[in-house]
């Protein structure tokens, strides 16, 4: 509120900037204090964080040992070649092959490109969701520049798993990509790995590519300090912490949705009690409830609605809209509105497309990423030039 009185005083002192908040008495709140969350307050809700969960396969994590191979897969979801890339410069630095020798991966690239005619294989691939996908992700892998280059480390030998693994992310990356949001089973991807693993020639040494070898318990430390930003284990201790911290906004929309009258009769009773002529200037929920309270009601007194960093428009289209139903248009009391959105705000959105005619956007660069832009538009002098020449 200071910073859009700060903004507007040297443009246009005759406006007088009043306040609407609606958080105290109409926001979310956790009224049983967070009793719904496994482990509020605790830092008990993280399998193996001492809660002696079990899991599917009928083993309980060590007490407050996160499971590291959850965390990589979160990588490796991202990047499939991650692993494969970091142990072919591991390995490489460590060893040189011989003159004249072959190298390990020419067996190993044999033996993948039949891995897919194992029956148990292909058992646990379907299972795990990924059996369609097989196949090609193996190729996929085996003929990209990192594939080749880890085929052609002296330590490759020792890179059963890690190629297996790459096999299975390549492939879970296809069906995400095809089919979108996919449920898939991990005990059974594991599974899959372990007999992947079998079926290729690899180092002794290595234990089968159980992490013990010095190459890949040096790349099982870089993914793991990798994986720290993406940890699910972590950030399942830390539950309490990011449910507080959430739940506010993430609380006050799906509150706003189900039951948004007591935020809307807040706004109107700020209206009733300005001075005309009136304008509505709303941030982000704050614009969705601004717009469906003069969709639901006629107020004369507001000549302009400002919305900034708004999802209106998309809940419109969405058919989520509370006060109007996708395909009918704006009734004719709804005032003027201005819609300001950054594209660097993934929170915002345009309305001449869903509502024409009725709806001026105008698109601001606050020069910030995401999730900062969603805020930004309150430090951005161009937003207060741009009401200053429209405030009545």
């Not at 490489?92 to 005619?117: D, I, V, Y």
């Not at 879970?172 to 290729?200: H, M």
């Not at 994986?227 to 506010?248: C, E, F, I, Y």
């Amino acid at each position: 509120m200071e910073r859009v009185r700060e903004g507007l005083r040297p443009l246009r002192p005759d406006v007088a900037v009043t306040p609407c908040y609606w958080g105290g008495s109409a926001g979310s709140t956790l009224h049983a204090n967070g009793i719904s969350v496994p482990g509020y307050g605790t830092g008990r809700g993280a399998p193996g964080a001492g809660d002696g969960v079990t899991g599917a396969a009928g083993t309980a994590a060590e007490d407050g040992e996160p499971d590291e191979d959850v965390e990589l897969w979160g990588l490796l979801y991202l990047d499939p070649l991650l692993e494969l890339r970091l142990f072919a410069s591991e390995s490489t630095a460590r060893q040189e092959l011989a003159p004249g020798a072959r190298p390990p991966g020419e067996a190993l690239s044999s033996a993948a490109l039949s891995l897919a005619g194992d029956p148990s294989l292909r058992g646990l691939l379907d299972a795990a969701g990924i059996g369609d996908e097989f196949a090609s992700a193996v190729a996929a892998v085996l003929t990209s520049p990192d594939g080749r280059q880890f085929l052609r480390t002296p330590g490759a030998g020792a890179g059963a798993a890690v190629l297996a693994r790459a096999f299975v992310a390549e492939a879970v990356r296809r069906r995400t990509e095809r089919n979108g949001s996919a449920a898939f089973d991990g005990t059974a991807r594991d599974e899959a790995v372990a007999r992947i693993v079998t079926l290729l020639p690899g180092d002794p040494s290595d234990e089968a590519g159980t992490h013990r070898g010095p190459v890949t318990r040096r790349v099982k430390r870089l993914t793991g300090r990798l994986a720290l930003g993406l940890a699910s284990a972590q950030v399942v201790k830390r539950r309490s912490a990011l449910t507080d911290a959430a739940h506010p906004a993430a609380g006050d929309v799906l509150l706003y949705l189900s039951r948004g009258a007591a935020i809307r009769e807040i706004v109107a009773e700020a209206v009733r009690v300005a001075e005309p002529p009136v304008v509505l200037l709303a941030h982000s929920l704050g614009g969705i409830a601004s717009l469906d309270l003069l969709v639901l009601r006629q107020l004369p007194e507001v000549e302009l609605l400002v919305t900034v960093g708004s999802q209106a428009p998309f809940l419109y289209e969405l058919g989520a809209l509370p006060s109007l139903e996708h395909g009918s248009p704006l009734p004719a009391h709804v005032p003027r509105w201005l819609n300001v959105y950054d594209r660097r705000d993934l929170l915002s959105y345009v309305g001449a497309g869903v509502f024409p005619g009725r709806v001026d956007d105008v698109a601001l660069d606050s020069r910030q990423p995401f999730p900062l832009s969603h805020s930004a538009y309150w430090s951005n002098p161009e937003l207060y030039r741009l009401l200053a020449a429209e405030l009545p």
